[in-house]
């Protein structure tokens, strides 16, 4: 069973940057996707972005992080990268990486990995 052990999360203030990594026990190029969820304190988990492993680099974005956020994949190392500028309170949750696919152009998951917490202070 695949492993994704993300790291990078901690606490950081309002307009500052976080780079998050999600390391994969397997070769991301046997993967049709992944991405990055998030659930904030006492909320649903919400998609906030992912990224076409193969055939091509495509990504989609939540609207509350474009242009702040951006996902990246490094095939040499096994890994995706969510790299968080322009930081806000409301990005605080727990950040959850996923292998998943395209159903209909919307990006469904099937493995999870257990989180780090991300927390934006005021």
């Known amino acids: 069973q695949v492993q994704l052990v993300e790291s990078g999360g901690g606490l950081v203030q309002a307009g500052g940057s976080l780079r998050l990594s999600c390391s994969v026990s397997?070769?991301?190029?046997?993967?049709?996707?992944m991405g990055w969820y998030r659930q904030p304190p006492g909320k649903q988990r919400e998609l906030v972005a992912s990224?076409?492993?193969?055939?091509?680099?495509?990504?989609q974005y939540g609207d509350s992080v474009k242009g702040r956020f951006t996902i990246s994949k490094d095939g040499a190392k096994n890994s995706i990268h969510l790299q968080m500028n322009d930081l806000k309170p409301n990005d605080t949750g727990v950040y959850y990486c996923?292998?998943?696919?395209?159903?209909?152009?919307?990006?469904?998951?099937?493995?999870w990995g257990r989180g780090t917490q991300v927390t934006v202070s005021s």
């Open positions: 397997a070769n991301i190029f046997s993967f049709v996707a």
């Open positions: 990224i076409r492993i193969i055939k091509g680099s495509t990504t």
């Open positions: 996923s292998r998943g696919r395209y159903i209909d152009g919307r990006y469904v998951s099937d493995s």
